[in-house]
């Protein structure tokens, strides 16, 4: 039997509401070597002191500063594998899993591993309040560096592990192995898009993703229509582009992305977000020479040429989160006419 040492790593702020079916679940697993531990990210909603008191065995952590999601996570899978844990399981506490939950990500990493070089593996991830329905079963990435959830709302549940190229951050099982090559989440980013990035960059080092179909958890998901969600969410899917992709697949999409911007500011100024797209604009040229370094370590770690990577990736925006017409009868025409005319 595949027995390593998991470190489940729950990062919350504000979530003391959150934590009875989180902790009740992930105390009743089937898999015997694991530990969860919690950090609360800077909150004063007393979260760690109910865990203290209530779930005695869960080991607890009060960061004195918030560094978002990226820096909570990156000080927690640092911490969990230099106590000698195998893995580290990142998971969002706004959840509920099931009991095979752990079991079920090592079966299905011990299976892939046998054959291919394993990065990064997810469980099926369902809603929460309707529970029969896919909230992600491997997120999407499209080639310009849109991200959105993939198979969301969909009953249509793969009957086998699969393939995934991005994965999502509510749930991840990182090997040590991936943790030395590729590294941690870009604490640039704060929030958004990390998950998206840190899968992207193992992609380009060789490794594949998977989705464990038989793990479930039940995410208590919503869609932040937060306007500062596009400032983070636009800054980090820039930085994306400007880190992962080659010189030469940048300059083939130069005149898309120059398009694709020119659309996001019109219609960040009739949606009430204009300004925040400026912000994002501006904080990317100041971290221009952060980004550049970045780059460089991206770059020089490659393993796998773009051109077998975009393959993977979407011409169409498809969410249900995020519709307008004009994305369908404007946009992804344009999007796929782009890509089969300059064919990659």
């Known amino acids: 039997m595949f027995t390593k040492k998991i470190v489940v790593l729950v990062l919350g702020y504000n979530s003391l509401n959150l934590l009875d079916d989180c902790m009740i679940s992930l105390s009743d697993q089937s898999y015997e070597d694991y530990e969860i531990w919690f950090a609360d990210n800077n909150s004063n909603d007393g979260s760690v002191e109910y865990l203290n008191k209530n779930f005695p065995k869960i080991k607890t952590f009060q960061f004195k500063k918030n560094t978002g999601y990226a820096g909570g996570n990156n000080r927690l899978i640092k911490m969990a594998f230099d106590s000698g844990a195998d893995f580290s399981l990142v998971l969002n506490a706004d959840v509920k899993v099931d009991k095979n939950f752990i079991l079920e990500l090592v079966n299905s990493y011990s299976n892939s591993s046998k054959k291919e070089k394993i990065g990064l593996v997810q469980p099926l991830v369902m809603l929460y309040n309707e529970p029969e329905k896919i909230n992600s079963m491997g997120n999407v990435i499209h080639y310009l560096g849109f991200g959105y959830c993939g198979g969301y709302k969909s009953k249509d549940i793969p009957k086998e592990d699969r393939e995934i ?17 590729v590294g941690l989440f870009d604490e640039s980013f704060f929030m958004y898009n990390e998950d998206q990035d840190y899968s992207w960059r193992g992609l380009i080092m060789g490794y594949k993703h998977y989705l464990s179909v038989n793990s479930k958890i039940w995410h ?17 899917r820039l930085s994306i582009l400007i880190k992962n992709y080659e010189t030469k697949t940048l300059i083939k999409l130069i005149l898309i992305i120059i398009f694709n911007e020119l659309a996001i500011l019109i219609y960040s100024l009739f949606d009430g977000w204009f300004i925040n797209k400026l912000r994002s604009y501006g904080t990317v040229f100041k971290n221009l020479g952060f980004l550049m370094r970045e780059r460089n370590v991206v770059q020089s770690s490659r393993e796998v040429s773009d051109i077998k990577i975009i393959k993977y990736f979407s ?6 989160e995020v519709k307008n017409p004009l994305i369908n009868l404007f946009l992804n025409p344009i999007y796929s006419f782009y890509r089969w005319l300059f064919r990659f």
């Open 165 to 181: 190229y991005s994965v999502s951050g509510t749930a991840m099982l990182i090997p040590k192995n991936y943790y030395e090559d």
């Open 315 to 320: 011409s169409k925006l498809s969410f249900d």
């Open 220 to 236: 208590k998901y919503s869609f932040s229509k937060n306007k500062n969600k596009w400032y983070f969410s636009e800054k980090n």
